[in-house]
């Protein structure tokens, strides 16, 4: 869960919850979202590319792996 506190910690380092015109999370707090050693949140659609690009780089350098349902295939 520590890993999973640190991922969601730099993904709001970049885009804060409280800034809804930028942010990229459609759903909030963004740390509900983990379920033990999961976390799946949604992002909204015009951001997913950059937001989902930027998640998987946190993920690689935190350890995690990072999974795109849309893709259906791990992300490097």
Avoid: H, K
Wanted: charged share 20%; net charge negative; glycine share 6%.
């Amino acid at each position: 869960m520590e890993r999973i506190a640190a991922f969601v910690s730099a993904l709001l380092e970049r885009w804060p919850e409280d800034e809804y015109d930028t942010s990229p999370w459609s759903t909030g707090p963004l740390i509900r979202e983990a379920r033990g050693p999961l976390i799946y949140f949604p992002m909204r659609w015009g951001m997913a590319v950059e937001a989902s690009a930027y998640a998987a780089e946190v993920a690689s350098s935190t350890g995690l792996n990072c999974f795109d349902p849309q893709a259906r295939q791990l992300r490097p």
